[in-house]
């Protein structure tokens, strides 16, 4: 038998597939998930937020009662009841969002997906936030565009420092408007209108992302960009922070002309998503107990967050900040400028606990001395204890790097 | 406010998103779900071969024991104990395949956007069978490949007509070895053996498409090509046809240098398929029932199949000529060459039977006389009923387009 080339030298792969490079995210995830570590890393709902009851409860009437429509090949676009009923809850927010314009998708990962395959060709511009969500430039980085990082500031994007010829040329711009991952901030309702208005008269198409608006602890957030300008905005939606990510269910909204192309290209995906979770997801959404499972979620994340915070101001030496998230699951810690965070990511899992160093949320110019802390996964008494050893580090490592300080 | 510009000419969509076009085949297989149509068209299973009860038994059992695992995000790669179960039926075929081959799909449509993403760039020659399958025609052809259709006949590809050259320059030969969409055909042991001795020799990367390898209805199918050549071919399974259609669950084996890449494309797709089909697929897979439930769809389709084939033999006219399957779910009629199925579609419907137009199995030159009929979906009675409709259609078109031997 004729032996072989070595394999990686055998096939041409595309060139996306070439510039596709091992997730470093996903090691120190791995990494995290050791049974000693206390990880603030993953962004994982917290497993007593599961309703784990309603769903068992659920799956055993949709077996009953519609287990061919559950078990048989679906529509692409949807379980049609799934599709009314998004469109009337997000229908609560001003404009009317009709069951057409909603696509149930594979998780909103998959709506990334779809969106980059619709509306990217290589080198095409486009705008997302500094930092920004890292889940989404790898979506939209297997289409090969030419991201270009916009000015952002703690409360988000800034309008009047967008770059206008940029904004007309790009092809559209991700933004997380609500608790943004990795960050927690929140856009203002003033610059939501200014974002908006220019967007409009430069014919940018606003990609929100919003997975964490359900999870608001404290205020309400603004409206969203979608009710303000519906035909400007692919919206994209998730339950896996309400329900439960496992379902791999979310969905978009987006203008009808594009809604096309975007069904073309599911189809063409994964042909639709599974039968049963997307009546999973429908029961859980209209059983008249899903705004009371937000609210215990809420009260739950609330505390975490609160409990984080409060650590944070006990133990954190001085030159350390971070945002103080209205909700979601994410704040943001920035380290004083000597601290390189993939270092101390080294030390501090040393002494058990883990977090994701900031350089991951960057496309483009990482800046070394920030990290992202998810307070929704582990336990109140993990936060504590996970707290001060991350600080331990922090300090430990501060000392390291500035010895002629420690003794002035 | 300003008022907008049509949307269609609002944004810029990407290159492949122009050339998608509406699936003709779509809305076909819309009309052919009115309740008064008996349809031979859409490539569904019999709602009487859906495991129901098991599926309710083991989702109860999942919930209980392993909830927090189903409803959390899981691995990428699959749920650990599925990629073994998979493994290990796959080794019964002579190779062994390790679990580390298996990737977790949301389906076998996802495996194949996964395969063209990572392997073809716009322009890259692909080799497809003719006819072939139209699911994998729209999924690869969203990375704009030059398709080529390789010299086939009834019993498929003919390995010694195929272009040196072409094999040679070529990314991947798609090819469904085991009772074909749409034709039925399986290809012989004889041609696999010349098939695999000539990728080997121009380094051409197979691509072995298996839904249907399970459904065996007369004597038994020979070795699959991953079986001879694990090194060479990416293998695309199913559990669509032999469990559910709507779980959403398939699975790719493939060589270690490809899965790598194969596995970041599928991250940045949808993150990972879901927990819970997953589970019941494995959980179906390994109750020891598998094997059983596989006998009694057989023995189903065996009869269904059997009698369509009586039917056509009974009803069809001179001149009209099938394939005899010895599995799968479809057989493929030829019409006198002066018939063109996409009309006669229109003279079925009136008379309440649809099928689907062969036109629609070809990426680039349709044969016009040509059909597929699925016999899995259809009760006997409107196989019978269905068949001799359709049969009346035939003659009748027969009749109109040659008037003078009529009454010759």
Redesign the interface.
Known sequence: M?R??P??A????????QR????SL?ELLKVAERPDIISFA?G??S?YA?P?ER??AS??QI??RD????????PSEGYTPLREAIAARLSRGGAIIRPAQVLI???S??AL?LVG?????PG?RVLIETPTYL?AV??L???EPAFREMPSDGAGLIPECLDETAMRDA?LLYVQPNFQNPTGRTLPLERRIALVAQA??H?L?LVEDDPYGELVYSGTTPPSLLSMAP?DVVHLGSF?KVI??????GYLVA????M??LL??K???????????QR?AHALLTDGEYDAQIDAIRLRYRAQCALMLKCLAEHMPDGVSWTRPAGGMFLWVTLPPEVDSAELFEDALARGVAFIPGASFHALAPRANTMRLTFTTATPTQIETGIARLAQAIKARLHATAPCLAVS
């Open positions: 004729d072989h080339i394999p990686i055998r096939w041409q792969l595309a060139e996306r597939a596709m490079k091992p997730s996903r993953g994982l709902p497993p599961l784990v769903l068992r799956v055993e077996l009953q287990a061919v429509g559950a078990l048989q090949y679906g998708t594979t998780g990962q998959q997906d395959r619709v509306l990217i060709d095409s889940g790898q979506a980085a297997q289409y092809r409009r008269r014919g198409l035909d896996s439960a990510p496992g379902l791999r269910v203008p009808e002309a594009l096309i192309k073309q290209a189809q063409a995906s994964d042909l639709h998503t599974a039968g049963i979770t999973l």
